[in-house]
Nanobody
Framework: QVQLVESGGGSVQAGGSLRLSCTAS????????MSWFRQAPGKGREAIGCIYSPGRPTYYVDSVKDRFTIGPDSAPNSVYLQMNNLKPEDTATYYC???????????????????????WGQGTQVTVSS
């Protein structure tokens, strides 16, 4: 089975940047679609984007496309979420999720049906102050 661990969360002032990382371990870690989600206090889970591995095309929702970037980290079986020009409304718990790429043709299937993603990290908190 696959386990995911997020890191890099913290507190930052508006306009600042943070880089989150998600590392996968276990069998099948080289054959994953990986996705990022967030959940703000009192709100539902929101998709951010995803990356297909090993081909590595990426997708972002329109609300973060100009500010957030997903890509492979230098460490094995790791992906990052680079967040620039952070805003107070970005305050949320950020989650990494994954599925074996054989299950979906594209990683966006997981963004629209997150309940089908079997692997989730514990989340990392991001707080943006004005």
């Amino acid at each position: 089975q696959v386990q995911l661990v997020e890191s890099g969360g913290g507190s930052v002032q508006a306009g600042g940047s943070l880089r989150l990382s998600c590392t996968a371990s276990g069998d099948g870690t080289k054959r994953l679609h990986m996705s990022w989600f967030r959940q703000a206090p009192g709100k539902g889970r929101e998709a951010i984007g995803c990356i297909y591995s090993p081909g590595r095309p990426t997708y972002y929702v329109d609300s973060v496309k100009d500010r957030f970037t997903i890509g492979p980290d230098s460490a094995p079986n790791s992906v990052y979420l680079q967040m620039n020009n952070l805003k107070p409304e970005d305050t949320a718990t950020y989650y990494c999720a994954a599925i074996l790429r054989a299950s979906f043709q594209t990683c966006t299937s997981g963004l629209t049906a997150p309940s089908r993603l079997p692997y989730w990290g514990q989340g990392t908190q991001v707080t943006v102050s004005s």
